[in-house]
């Protein structure tokens, strides 16, 4: 499993969410069962976690399902005796089970409809952009002048941006990042992906020439965590904020995507290209 917070899990493993497996509710602590209450997430936190978890399971589902098809929801209930329903003291010898599995069962029953009925409604999926803050950990903020030098241009590409009117080179992502873009991107060509309407505009081929592809659409930011977060990229903010001389203001985001010698377009000024595959042409 990857290291760092659950976004970067959640990441990691949705290729597996995806595709056409049973969801398996468990609810573990160590190979124990663990109360859930009535299913509030103000008091029982990770609840939120096996939202996200049976969200990105039940969407891949649905984006692949015929009709007839069907995803099971198995609820584990199983004894005490191999260490699954955690029992707790009560008096001397005494002990009970924590909680009543059965009861317990329905209420996963329950959050698993909630998640599966917007899965269902297209368009329902959350807008982002209502979050003024990273959903994960994709990018360190710095927390000190020291942690910012490390993302700051040299006085001799400010110079050489205000002479040609570009820069190149500049690495914005490590390869970790790119690889959660990419995987998050790959959805996001699906018309019937949760939050597709949610898009500004959206183009599965914008080349006037059929032999040819080039995807382009405007809005990812508030579909996927990754495309949002990217806002907090530290070293794409510095960069910005050194070529425009002040403050950096957000406008809007583009998702240009093609096979490599596909297609045409050149973007126009202080437009910031982040490459997420490798071009064979030397730029």
Request: with cysteine; proline share 6%.
């Amino acid at each position: 499993m990857v290291y760092g917070g659950f976004q970067n899990k959640l990441e990691f493993i949705r290729p597996v969410l995806s595709g056409e497996l049973p969801a398996r509710p468990d609810r573990g602590s160590g190979s124990m069962q663990v109360d859930i209450g009535s299913g509030d997430v103000e008091t029982h936190p990770y609840i939120a976690h096996f939202r996200d978890l049976w969200s990105a399971s039940f969407s891949g589902f649905l984006e692949r399902a015929q009709p007839g098809d069907y995803i099971p929801f198995v609820p584990e209930l199983l004894s005490p005796r191999i260490y699954y329903a955690r029992r707790l003291a009560v008096s001397g010898s005494e002990r009970i089970e924590e909680c009543d599995r059965w009861e317990q069962a329905l209420v996963l029953r329950r959050i698993a409809g909630s998640v599966l009925n917007p899965s269902r409604r297209m368009g329902m999926h959350r807008d982002l952009s209502e979050i003024h803050h990273p959903l994960g950990e994709l990018f360190d903020w710095p927390k000190s002048r020291a942690g910012w030098d490390q993302y700051r241009l040299s006085d001799e590409q400010i110079a050489s941006y205000r002479e040609s009117g570009y820069l190149a080179g500049v690495r914005l992502l490590d390869d970790r990042q790119v690889e959660v873009l990419r995987s998050q991107l790959t959805g996001l060509f699906s018309k019937s992906h949760a939050g597709h309407s949610l898009f500004y505009e959206y183009h599965s081929n914008e080349s006037a020439n059929p032999e040819t592809v080039l995807f382009h659409a405007l809005g990812a930011w508030r579909i996927e965590p990754a495309f949002h977060d990217i806002l907090w990229c530290p070293a794409f903010v510095m960069a910005a904020s050194q070529l425009l001389g002040g403050a950096v203001r957000f406008w809007h985001d583009q998702l240009f995507c093609k096979p490599a010698k596909h297609a045409e377009w050149w973007p126009g000024t202080r437009t910031t290209l982040i490459g997420l595959a490798r071009s064979p042409w030397r730029t």
